[in-house]
């Protein structure tokens, strides 16, 4: 056993996968969309097959306003903007919003796929938010990853979204909110301890 241990700890090439922060902090908007859970229970290949279509969807969609997938498990894709780095330039902040619109809207559309296929109709809730992030890179991909307080606050807003709905955090509201080409509603706030909330807004279709 002791010379097996010893022949994969030499083996350099399972050791040359890194993570490794950039150095970078920016600002992005960031935003999460997680597939609701059906009513009705799914064998293993089919709950994989539903959440592809769910995941493949949501992807296309983003990709065609700028959004970068930053990473995906079953039930749930997370995604930032580019184009969102500098708050005087509107296109990455409006791509943000459209592409949650084009979501909402397209719901039926991705639902008849995924009901063609033998699946249940597919829902979802949207959450974005903006602010400052740690770039991290890995060498085995030429996507980055994000970490932070507006990741984990943009995850943790999520379940507040009504389904087939969108909520934005309140530092993303307070960039977009002079957008007058939408609508927004004041949800609620989100508890973020020591007696802080933070207030979260309905984007209105």
Known sequence: ??????????????????????????????????????????????KAKYSQIFLNSVAK????????????????????????????RKYGFMSCLESCLTLINEKNIISFVSEESGYPPIDFRISVDYGKVAVMQSNFSSNPDLIGPTVNICSKINSLAPINHVVLGSDLYEVVKKFHDYKYKKLGQYSVGLKQSYPVYHLET
């Not at 983003?62 to 995604?79: A, N, P, S, W």
């Open 1 to 46: 056993m002791l010379k097996n241990t010893q022949s994969i700890t030499e083996d350099h090439s399972l050791n040359n996968y890194s993570i490794n922060f950039s150095g970078s902090q920016k600002n992005y908007c960031v935003g999460v969309a997680s597939l609701v859970k059906p009513s009705i229970k799914m064998d293993f290949i089919s």
């Open 61 to 88: 969609i983003l990709t065609r306003f700028g959004g970068v997938v930053i990473k995906h498990k079953e039930d749930m894709i997370l995604y930032y903007f580019p184009q969102s780095s500098k708050t005087n």
